[in-house]
């Protein structure tokens, strides 16, 4: 009897963390909460995420294949922008199910292409070899189906480890890294003070509040006088930084 219970016993458990094992490969990509944690090996050795990465913000940058046209555009205009990545103390870290010698013999011809036809650039951000789609798999970065590549997804993590935003592009298009920028100020100008980004800010452009939970909270806004602050309507206020 005792026997025939610890056999249902785990067999309950092995079909719950099946089914959780399932739920996590369904789920489409992660665009909030906590970070899933990862040890893996990359073209600068192996990485310890998050914890390689401490009080900095990170993003995750994946894509389906090594040696293809659109990947070897984006990871090169990467480069070029990494020392604003740096400056931002932002780690910039590619994944892709590719192995490592693929990697760096992709890195070799990139950096090859750049020094030709180009400025002279080096990587210096590391390349997840996911062979085993485990961090793919953790971030919901696979494609749906039966092929067992990653989507172009864009993961940005912050100093806490918290998930802020995500954004997935299409196969044939070519992500636009300046805006990865603009959406990275912009979360770390919305951590500083407080508040919200326009459509189609710059950085050094006036700032959104939150709007105000009434009209009376509004005029309150408007008896302050604040020369900082510019009203549109009773629920859209513009802020100087
Ligand atoms: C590319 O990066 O060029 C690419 C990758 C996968 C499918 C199609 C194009």
Not at 68 to 89: G, N, R, S, Y
Not at 95 to 104: A, F, M, P, Q, R
Not at 175 to 196: C, F, G, S, W
Request: proline share 7%; glycine share 4%; hydrophobic share 40%.
């Amino acid at each position: 009897m005792k026997t025939l219970l610890f056999i249902l016993v785990i067999s309950l458990l092995v079909l719950q963390h099946n089914q959780v094992h399932a739920q996590k490969i369904q789920n489409g990509p992660l665009t909030s909460g906590r970070a899933p944690s990862f040890t893996v090996v990359s073209t600068q050795g192996e990485i310890n995420f998050p914890y390689d990465y401490f009080g900095k913000w990170k993003i995750l940058f994946s894509h389906p294949a090594d040696f293809t046209p659109v990947c070897t555009t984006e990871i090169l205009a990467l480069a070029e922008m990494q020392d604003d990545f740096k400056d931002l103390k932002t780690a910039l870290i590619v994944i892709s199910t590719d192995g490592l010698n693929s990697h760096i013999e992709w890195i070799k011809s990139m950096e090859s292409i750049a020094a030709e036809s180009m400025n002279p650039v080096k990587i210096d951000f590391p390349l997840i070899a996911d062979t085993d789609l485990k961090v793919s798999r953790l971030y919901g970065l696979l494609q749906p189906g039966p092929s067992e590549r990653d989507i172009r997804g864009v993961v940005f993590i912050d100093p806490d480890n918290e998930i802020r935003a995500f954004f997935h592009y299409p196969e044939s298009i070519g992500r636009n890294i300046p805006e990865i920028k603009r959406t990275l100020i912009a979360l770390q100008t919305q951590d500083r003070h407080d508040v919200l980004t326009p459509a189609n800010w710059q950085p050094g452009e006036e700032v959104l509040i939150k709007s105000p939970e009434s009209i009376r909270d509004a005029e309150r806004l408007e008896q302050r006088n604040d020369p900082k602050l510019r009203k549109a309507a009773w629920y859209l206020w513009y802020r100087t930084l």
